[in-house]
């Protein structure tokens, strides 16, 4: 692919608001996750919950779109200074001419689930006030951010579980190719709900305790919300010091099972692989991957014999998600910026719950922290229905 | 962008199939509205052919329709799928179960709510490993679907399925989301021409307003207004006419806030 230049981005999930939090919490090994008290949900388990997401306000002409997820994605908007870059870019391409593809798995169904709660006991009726298009369907998100920012570019939500909001960089960079648009705000939103927390947890997959990728006795995942950012623009052909580049992206299925992995990983390798064949780049280039490393016996299983199967053992591993919970259809987004924020400081992050790594798994995986000059980083993100998504982000050339 | 028509599927109100439907989308026959019939896909293995609900029921058949009159392996062409929704009955149990004390979801239900279970399904049945996206975008999730496919066979050189389908909640939510019918269609698009192709399209974006195509009967015209991936309808009429020797047209839909979608369609040769 030709190289796209990822000029700004942001990023909130339960480390805190903006880059700087973030990276704050990646050095200190300050994670996010604490026991869940989340609604009214009474499950034995700890989750990544972002603070203040109660008291955000949507502007008066959007307040129709307000619910949890769409807040999320309005505090990440003003975080960053990345509402600020999207208008400088509206006003140099033009706003038709920036398009809009986000991520999210559950958009605002909490919305639904509170509305259904207070059905009408005698006709069934849901609240006047619930409003399914600008909250629960999918499509919201995309459509509040297109609002928020005055962008009138085709705008559309990807819906790919959680490998959704890596696999918007790879629609951003086919229409930016096609020629639709000049530019794109790829990322997007996902917040805690019910339907997420007591659906992992009929799927026996949710830890008691923060989640443990990789470790010997890691007992499933820690759920988390998240939102965040990027804005891709055609790569200068004399690029300042210092820009990162989406260099490349790669997509495959499973076509294995719908909630569980391929037990050797083929998909993900196959994510992997295109990645790689799409940035012209050889295995031995890539110096970190984030893996998806969700903590669950089968998936971390897997996804080391796609990365020992491919990169061989050498290279520095590890999954964010002991930090900020499995953030769902925002992993995608989160991580890729953790790698682009690793990318840009030498920062590699470590694995903050991760105390004894499991002996059967291969990878170079990182419990602490280390620090180097790194060229090219790779982030990993897969989902339910086998769905897969591999990113490689480096200096431009 | 340029998008060669190799295989259509159709499934809707009065519309069984895109071979029983072209008489009735050139106006050469009546349109009769009956519900859509949906079984599950023979391709799935017997646990996934259970687990079916009606939004992999209807894309698959859709899907596998476009698959086999193109004559190609699915397991060899990316796919796009839209629809406005994830499955809506599936969504619905889910939210009275969350009402209640209990909150005990069913798993094979979770995993059934998320919105590329019909991607899942239609990879697991038919082994393909290729790329795939879900997506939606409300009323538009057709028209923005027929821009990433395009997109991809244009900027990526894949054939792609695109599958789409939208079917209706039940109620309450049927009443704050109306919803006509079960309807699903597919196209598969690639990006050079071949012997079996139907026809040709050219896709671009325009910032203007002119007017949206509509259905000239009644009845479809329902059907397009009322489903969001009938919005396809006038595409697929146009198809139906060039198919059978028509001469060229041109399709425009609606993509707001600010945009259409025009499609020429023209027989494959040119």
Redesign the interface.
């Known amino acids: 692919m030709q190289p796209l230049a990822l000029s700004h981005m942001s990023i909130v999930s339960s480390l805190g608001a903006g880059q700087d939090a973030t990276l704050d919490a990646l050095h200190t090994g300050r994670g996010g996750l604490k026991p869940c008290s989340f609604e009214t949900v009474t499950l034995d388990t700890h989750i990544g919950e972002v603070d203040g997401v109660e008291d955000v306000r949507l502007p008066d002409n959007l307040t129709s779109f307000d619910c949890r997820n769409n807040r999320l994605a309005e505090m990440a908007l003003h975080r960053d200074g990345f509402a600020d870059a999207v208008a400088s870019a509206r006003e140099r391409y033009g706003a038709?001419r920036i398009g809009v593809f986000l991520g999210t798995?559950t958009s605002g169904?909490l919305s639904?689930?509170l509305a259904?709660?207070a059905?009408d006991p005698r006709t069934?009726?849901?609240p006047a006030a619930?409003?399914?298009?600008t909250t629960h369907?999918?499509?919201?998100l995309?459509?509040f951010v297109?609002h928020r920012l005055g962008l009138?570019g085709?705008?559309?939500?990807?819906?790919?579980?959680c490998a959704t909001t890596s696999?918007v960089f790879?629609?951003a960079?086919?229409?930016i190719?096609?020629g639709?648009c000049d530019a794109a705000v790829v990322g997007g939103a996902d917040s805690l709900c019910?339907?997420t927390l007591?659906?992992?947890?009929?799927?026996?997959l949710v830890s008691p305790t923060p989640c443990r990728p990789f470790d010997a006795e890691r007992s499933g995942v820690s759920l988390g919300e998240g939102a965040g950012f990027a804005l891709l623009e055609r790569a200068d052909p004399n690029p300042a010091p210092g820009t990162v580049h989406l260099l490349g992206t790669g997509?495959?299925?499973?076509?294995?099972?719908?909630?569980t992995p391929h037990p050797e990983g083929?998909?993900a390798r196959?994510a992997m692989e295109?990645a790689l064949a799409s940035a012209g780049l050889r295995p031995e280039d890539i110096d970190y991957v984030n893996l998806h490393g969700t903590a669950t016996t089968y998936g971390d299983a897997a996804e080391d014999q796609a990365i020992t199967g491919l990169l061989g053992a050498r290279t520095p591993v590890s999954s964010t998600k002991g930090y900020t919970g499995h953030t769902l259809g925002a992993a995608g987004i989160i991580e890729a910026i953790i790698s682009v924020l690793a990318l840009r400081t030498g920062l590699i992050p470590g694995s903050p719950q991760t105390r004894n790594l499991d002996p059967a798994l291969r990878s170079r995986y990182l419990q602490a922290n280390e620090t180097g000059r790194l060229d090219r980083v790779m982030t990993n993100s897969f989902?339910?229905?086998?769905?897969n998504s591999s990113l490689i982000f480096g200096w431009a050339a | 962008m340029r998008a060669y028509v190799e295989g259509i599927g159709l499934l809707g109100p009065g519309l069984p199939g895109w071979e029983q439907s072209r008489a009735i989308l050139t106006g050469d026959c009546a349109y009769v509205a009956s519900p859509a019939v949906l079984t599950a896909s023979p391709l799935l293995p017997p646990a996934e052919r259970r687990r079916s609900v009606p939004t992999v029921k209807l894309a698959m058949a859709v899907g596998a329709e476009a698959l086999e009159q193109a004559g190609r392996d699915a397991a060899t062409v990316a796919t796009v799928f839209t629809s406005s929704s994830g499955d809506p009955d599936t969504l619905h149990q889910i939210l009275e179960t969350l009402a209640t004390q209990e909150r005990d979801i069913s798993p094979t239900r979770f995993h059934n709510s998320v919105h590329n279970a019909p991607a899942g399904y239609w990879s697991i049945a038919t082994r393909c490993r290729e790329p795939s996206t879900s997506l939606s975008a409300h009323d538009e999730s057709f028209q923005s679907g027929l821009l990433e496919a395009a997109a991809e066979v244009a900027a990526d050189g894949w054939t792609v399925g695109l599958i789409a389908y939208d079917l209706p909640y039940p109620e309450p939510l049927g009443k704050v989301r109306p919803i006509t019918g079960a309807f699903g269609t597919a196209l598969v698009l690639t990006p050079q021409p071949t012997g079996r192709c139907l026809a040709c399209l050219d896709i671009d974006l325009s910032r203007g307003d002119e007017p949206v195509s509509r259905m000239a009967d009644i009845g479809l015209e329902a059907l397009r207004v009322g489903n969001p991936t009938a919005r396809a309808l006038p595409l697929l009429a146009a198809l139906a006419r060039v198919c059978a020797g028509g001469s060229p047209e041109r399709v425009v839909l609606d993509l707001p806030p600010s945009g259409r979608v025009v499609i020429r369609v023209d027989a494959p040769c040119c």
């Open positions: 038709g798995s169904i639904a689930e259904f709660r059905r069934g009726a849901l619930f409003n399914f298009a369907s999918t499509g919201s995309a459509d297109r009138e085709p705008a559309f939500v990807v819906s790919s579980a696999k790879a629609n960079a086919r229409m190719a096609t639709l019910l339907t007591y659906g992992f947890h009929s799927l026996e997509e495959s299925n499973d076509a294995h099972h719908m909630s083929l998909g196959l295109r989902g339910f229905g086998g769905s």
